[in-house]
């Protein structure tokens, strides 16, 4: 069965499909057979990334119903092993999808036959990208060290996490008990651990329950666009502080450096690694995709986070 | 915000009863960089109030745990409240560096291990490795290796015995400051060595710029 990885943020211009675009591109080459899926209806530009300018089928195509199943919208590559699904479509209403629409997407994408699948999403906390963060149960955020992608990285944290409580309690029927603890105290909307904690003060048992499964989320980050002045330590930093405040887990997977030079090949429409495979970028999401291998294939999974090992690590 | 205001002061600084006074104010800068007014790390995660509230625990957390005789005390209300048991106590075989010059608590041992994490530390940092790769050193980059290593320069004095005035000279390339030349070179090399640096080759580095 395929690990499907959706990859987001909360900000525009942090990266996503750069990265997207790249650890597909190391995956295929290590002879995985890897999809690339360009969830970000209103602003697709994945093939360009990896150097196909103009698609000819898209995701479009599939949820218009032009072609019944989902395999037919899928592209070659250039590269062996590396496919695409794309995302361009000059349709204006095709972003906003209803949360069926998704589902049954993600239910045709999880039956295709790939080693990996990922799931480029669009910025910003539309219900798209929460979405499918919240159905998958997994995903990598990717956030820059920069006040305005980290605003809205929280806010997207914040945002999958409320949404996913909600999908629970009215999938249980308890919808009034989540009005119940958002009336009790106003900070529950912004805050999970607030929400968590109220509900299990009206109702222990199913607090549990809603506990167990939002420690199911493997939830990862990726500082990308890290600079030489940068600190290193931001993206440990960022995760130490979101499970100390908003009481959740989330694993850091390292920083991607700054290369003045993706700018170049973006506009040469030449994917990165291929032409730069000793920067230091290159490096990076090499780890990053060993990291992704290793967790999939259970082999030296990262640990789990943990607040000793940030002590370790900033100490 | 009410969870951490509940934590004790150890638990809010993410630190055990025993530690030293040198764990003590590193895990307080450590807390600090999250919490500042321009940390990004929490940027637009707490309300101005919310923030000023977070900061102003941690500042009485330190107060209180880095002065003995505060912390004493504060350990006391702890056992009293049955969180801390008696052999816990901070007194009994804590591993003490002073901060204020106490030369019967600092013995070369507990120095000695310091400097030893210290060397871990400076070989696994990436910003460390890359300003000694540097020709020449200046202050701010020995004041920039502190930095990255957490350590006061209370601690350096602490360490070294090197009045505050010349450790600071060293840091703002005020070369004047120290009696000679020699003294200079003992004081860099002494100061690289408390924090872990090979101190020939820091003062090298250091003196290298200024040998005209």
Not at chain 1, 146 to 157: D, G, V
Not at chain 1, 244 to 261: A, P, S, T
Not at chain 2, 1 to 14: C, D, T
Request: aromatic share 8%.
């Amino acid at each position: 069965m395929a690990q499907i990885w959706p990859i987001g943020g909360g900000k525009g211009g942090t990266g996503k499909s750069f990265l997207t675009g790249n650890i597909g591109i190391l995956l295929a080459r290590q002879r995985f057979k890897t999809l690339l899926i360009d969830a970000d209806l209103g602003a697709a530009n994945l093939h360009t990334i990896i150097g196909l300018s103009h698609p000819d089928r898209s995701l479009s195509d599939f949820i218009n119903k032009k072609f019944s199943t989902l395999e037919e919208t899928v592209l070659q590559t250039p590269i062996p092993n590396l496919f695409l699904i794309s995302g361009a479509s000059n349709k204006l209403d095709i972003a906003n999808l209803a949360y069926e629409q998704k589902m049954k997407m993600l239910r045709a994408i999880s039956r295709l036959d790939y080693d990996y699948i990922l799931l480029d999403l669009s910025a910003g906390t539309s219900f798209n990208t929460i979405d499918f963060f919240t159905l998958s149960d997994s995903g990598i955020f990717v956030c820059c060290p920069e006040p305005t992608s980290i605003e809205n990285f929280y806010r997207l944290i914040r945002s999958v996490y409320i949404r996913k409580i909600r999908q629970i309690l009215k999938a249980h029927q308890f919808r009034k008990l989540a009005e119940e603890a958002e009336a009790g105290n106003p900070n529950t909307v912004i805050n999970p651990e607030y929400l968590l904690n109220a509900l299990k003060e009206i109702d222990l048992e199913k607090g549990h329950m809603i506990e167990r499964i939002l420690q199911a989320f493997q939830f990862k980050l990726v500082l990308n666009q890290i600079r030489k002045q940068d600190n290193s330590k931001i993206g440990i930093l960022i995760c130490k502080i979101i499970e100390k405040h908003l009481g959740l887990k989330i694993q850091f997977m390292g920083n991607v450096g700054f290369d003045e030079r993706v700018h170049d090949e973006l506009c040469k429409k030449e994917p990165f690694v291929e032409k730069y495979p000793f920067s230091q970028a290159t490096i990076d999401l090499k780890a990053l995709t060993k990291s992704i291998v290793g967790v999939t294939h259970g082999q030296g999974e990262l640990p789990a986070f943990t607040l000793s090992d940030v002590n370790t690590l900033t100490g | 915000m009410k969870r951490l205001m509940e934590q004790n002061f150890y638990e809010l600084l993410g630190i055990e009863f025993d530690v030293s006074s040198f764990e003590i104010s590193r895990a307080y800068k450590e807390n600090y960089q999250l919490y500042h007014e321009d940390s990004l790390v929490s940027y637009s995660l707490f309300s101005r109030e919310e923030r000023e509230k977070i900061l102003a625990r941690l500042d009485e957390a330190y107060a209180t745990l880095i002065d003995e005789k505060k912390r004493s005390g504060y350990d006391q209300s702890l056992i009293e409240c049955g969180i801390l048991k008696e052999g816990m106590k901070s007194q009994d075989g804590r591993k003490t560096i002073g901060l204020i010059s106490d030369s019967k608590v600092s013995t070369n041992n507990t120095i000695l291990a310091i400097r030893n994490e210290l060397k871990a530390m400076v070989s696994s940092n990436p910003v460390i490795q890359e300003i000694l790769t540097h020709d020449a050193l200046w202050g701010k980059d020995l004041k920039r290796i502190r930095d990255e290593l957490g350590v006061s320069l209370e601690i350096i004095r602490e360490m070294t015995k090197v009045r505050m005035t010349f450790l600071r000279a060293i840091e703002e390339d005020e070369y004047e400051k120290a009696p000679s030349r020699m003294f200079l070179k003992s004081y860099v090399k002494v100061y690289a060595q408390s924090i872990g640096l090979d101190g020939d080759f820091v003062a090298s580095r250091y003196l290298n710029k200024i040998s005209d």
